[in-house]
């Protein structure tokens, strides 16, 4: 059985290791990356805490950058001060944003001083998941079948997106107030759903995809016939407008413009990290790694 373990912040070590690497030629923007192309400087990128999708696709990122010659720093943070820092150009992007509702309120509130890069991935979607063989295959069915479930709704952290979804419109939409609503974290989460698959017991849990627990566990979602979990999302890029608009990061903003990733592929990279390597203290030989693997596909990213 795997075990699962979530990772939100990178190593300081790594993350001086490499800037030290990247600035030892000096800082007068004539340093070349491994490729020989000219260093373009420092880019910070805004990783939401816990949201495996965007701490996979900035690890990539940051690879890909630094290849380039750019010093990256990711910074992890819950959305609310992610999204603050990019108004103000504290981070320059994050990769993470869902539309059009689990992040709308974000956006809408710094839509003056933040701008869409475009849609990296269209397969995104929130549910409440259960073990393969739960004897209910929707929504409907739970309440009547909640014994069966320990009485309990497993979810992640309170302020999430989905965490409020599940409170203010699953809940009532589906009867479902007699049971207990647990949240914590994402990864305590987890730990739930891979005790529950050792034992072989039943267990609801609020997930979302794309996500590498898919692919690790026998899970399904129940079918939501009322859409109270909503419509698939997209998944963003999202910039500070004043530095999309600057012309010495055209050749970034661009390559985040064309950026796609669809879930198989993106399962793939999630599961190197999250599952291949649960106790890992640095992503990045893991992503060098998926990179070799995966050259075609990571070389037309900044064709």
């Not at 809408?108 to 063989?133: Q, R």
């Not at 999202?238 to 530095?243: I, K, L």
Request: charge should be negative; proline fraction near 4%.
């Amino acid at each position: 059985m795997l075990t699962v373990k979530s990772r939100f912040f990178k190593s300081a070590a790594a993350l001086s290791v490499a800037a030290l690497a990247l600035t030892a030629c000096g800082d007068n923007g004539s340093d070349e990356g491994d490729n020989g192309e000219a260093a373009g400087g420092e880019i910070t990128i805004g990783v939401f805490n816990g949201w495996e999708e965007g701490v996979a696709a900035s690890e990539l990122w940051s690879y890909i950058l630094e290849d380039k010659g750019y010093e990256v720093t990711l910074e992890y943070a819950d959305p609310a001060p992610v999204y603050s820092g990019i108004s103000t150009n504290d981070y320059n992007f994050t990769l993470d944003t869902w539309l059009p509702v689990t992040h709308a309120d974000y956006v809408e509130k710094y839509s003056d001083d933040i701008t869409d890069l475009g849609v990296w991935n269209d397969e995104s979607s929130l549910h409440l998941a259960v073990n393969e063989d739960a004897p209910i295959d929707s929504l409907e069915e739970l309440a009547e079948n909640a014994d069966e479930f320990n009485n309990e709704i497993v979810g992640i952290d309170p302020g999430a997106g989905l965490t409020q979804t599940t409170e203010s419109e699953v809940i009532p939409t589906y009867g479902l107030e007699d049971m207990e609503f647990t949240t914590s974290s994402t990864p305590a989460m987890l730990q739930e759903l891979e005790t529950a698959t050792e034992a072989g017991d039943n267990i609801v849990v609020t997930l979302w995809r794309p996500h590498w627990a898919y692919d690790a566990y026998p899970i399904k979602d129940l079918e939501d016939p009322e859409g109270a979990l909503g419509d698939t999302e997209s998944i963003h890029a999202y910039a500070n407008a004043e530095w999309a608009e600057d012309e010495a990061n055209a050749d970034i903003v661009g390559w985040l413009e064309n950026f796609e990733m669809d879930s198989e592929t993106l399962y793939s990279l999630e599961n190197e990290m999250f599952n291949e390597n649960p106790d890992t203290e640095d992503y990045r030989p893991i992503v060098e790694e998926w990179v070799a693997e995966n050259q075609e596909y990571v070389d037309g990213l900044t064709n």
